[in-house]
Each structure stands twice: as structure tokens, then as C-alpha cells.
């Protein structure tokens, strides 16, 4: 069975740009949730969909928002790029995002803004 | 309000040596706790998970942990290390707090762990 898919795997924009992020979860797999990882704050829950609904959100601003398609699917957008959005980028599925789920993580995407 | 504590932030241990990574956790319910582990320019790998089965928990590559909920702790453990298991580990909790708790894991700070040879 194929693993979480990312892409891009690298990506270089540079500040007030907008950047798309895609991500496709294991077959079967219905929840797929998105991660920030940087060096200062470690790696921050940014939201989970299922079933094409956002149903739980981190604190992070309204620029980072997210969509999930019928075949589950899921895209992430940050709008006005700034210096701080810098960061791997790392999408999980699993099968429903309960809490005894076990999330399975791609390989992330390395954003990086000039 | 759930949080992780991973005690070091690196350990550095001889190839053939005992591996302990600490971590201690907070909850006012009974948690999910994992392992996950990211080789340098990896995702993140699972390790081994504890959903309140049996304490003592064993994961991939002869790492285990044990759930200790006196002590709120959940170290990882391994006998004898390897030059391939220099990588980041960091420990995961999750628990149901209704809507709040879909799909979201929160991580440690992580702890680099480096071998010798």
C-alpha cells in the first residue's frame, strides 16, 4: 500500500506570495491532519479535515487554510507569505482522526521565503 | 490542558548501548501516547503507540516503552544502539476532548540522539 504523498517536496517563494501545498493519504485513510515544523517552535498542529470538513483547528492565523477533496485528498494554502512561514510542512492521514488512530506522515514540504 | 515534556534535548550513547530517552507527560485524562522518529530530511516514522492496553509497549527496531502513570512517564528504551538509530525522537500525546482532539497530536520538543562508534 502506498504511503502519504507530498508535493512539492521543495518549494521557494518569496514574501506576500501565496503557496499551495498538496497532500494525498493512503488509500482508504479519510482524516488527514497538517503540521508546521521549524527549528524555534517545534512541530504545531495547523488542522484536520474528514470528509471534506475542517473539524479541528491549532492557532495559527487565518492565512493558513486547508481544503479536502471527495477522494480525501487534501490541499493547504498560506496567502502573504512572511519571513516566519519558513518551515517543513508535514501532512498525516489515518483511518478516522480519533484519538487510538495511528497518523502516518508523509514527507513533508520544505517551504522556504525569501 | 494536555502537554509533553521531553527531559533532554539531546543524548548522545556509545553503538552497542543502552538508549533511554525521557519523557513525562501531563493529562488530566488518560492519554494516547506514541513514539515517532525522523531520520534527517524524513517524515516522521512511528516507533510504538500506548492506547491503555498493556504498559509495556514494543515498538519497531527492538525500542520499547514503558507507561508508568505514577510517575506520568513514557521513556523509550532500547538495549543496545545502532549507528542507524541517530535520529530526532519525539514523544506524542493525544486524548479525547471532544471536537478539540480530531487528528491532532501534540509533540515534544524532541530529542536528538547520536551515536558513537
Known amino acids: 500500500k502506498a504511503g502519504v504523498t507530498q508535493t512539492p517536496r521543495y518549494l521557494i517563494k518569496t514574501r506576500g506570495q501565496q503557496v499551495t501545498l498538496s497532500c494525498s493519504p493512503i488509500s482508504g485513510h479519510r482524516s488527514v491532519s497538517w503540521y508546521q515544523q521549524t527549528p524555534g517552535q517545534g512541530l504545531q498542529f495547523l488542522f484536520e479535515?474528514?470528509?471534506?470538513?475542517?473539524?479541528n483547528k491549532g492557532n495559527f492565523p487565518g492565512r493558513f487554510s486547508g481544503r479536502q477533496f471527495s477522494n480525501s485528498r487534501s490541499e493547504m494554502n498560506v496567502s502573504t507569505l512572511e519571513l516566519g512561514d519558513s518551515a517543513l510542512y508535514l501532512c498525516?492521514?489515518?483511518?478516522?482522526?480519533?484519538?487510538?488512530?495511528?497518523?502516518?506522515f508523509g514527507p513533508g514540504t520544505r517551504l522556504t521565503v525569501l | 490542558a494536555q502537554s509533553v515534556t521531553q527531559l533532554d534535548s539531546h543524548v548522545s550513547v556509545s553503538e552497542g548501548t543502552p538508549v533511554l530517552l525521557r519523557c513525562n507527560y501531563s493529562s488530566s485524562y488518560s492519554p494516547s501516547l506514541f513514539w515517532y522518529v525522523q531520520h534527517p530530511n524524513k517524515g516522521l516514522q512511528l516507533l510504538l503507540k500506548y492506547t491503555s492496553a498493556a504498559t509495556l509497549v514494543k515498538g519497531i527496531n527492538g525500542f520499547e516503552a514503558e507507561f508508568k502513570k505514577s510517575e506520568t512517564s513514557f521513556h523509550l528504551t532500547k538495549p543496545s544502539a545502532h549507528m542507524s538509530d541517530a535520529a530526532e525522537y519525539f514523544c506524542v500525546v493525544t486524548l479525547y476532548a471532544g471536537g478539540t482532539s480530531y487528528g491532532k497530536l501534540t509533540f515534544g520538543q524532541g530529542t536528538i540522539l547520536t551515536v558513537h562508534p
Open positions: 479535515y474528514f470528509s471534506e470538513t475542517q473539524r
Open positions: 498525516a492521514s489515518s483511518l478516522a482522526g480519533g484519538v487510538l488512530d495511528t497518523q502516518y
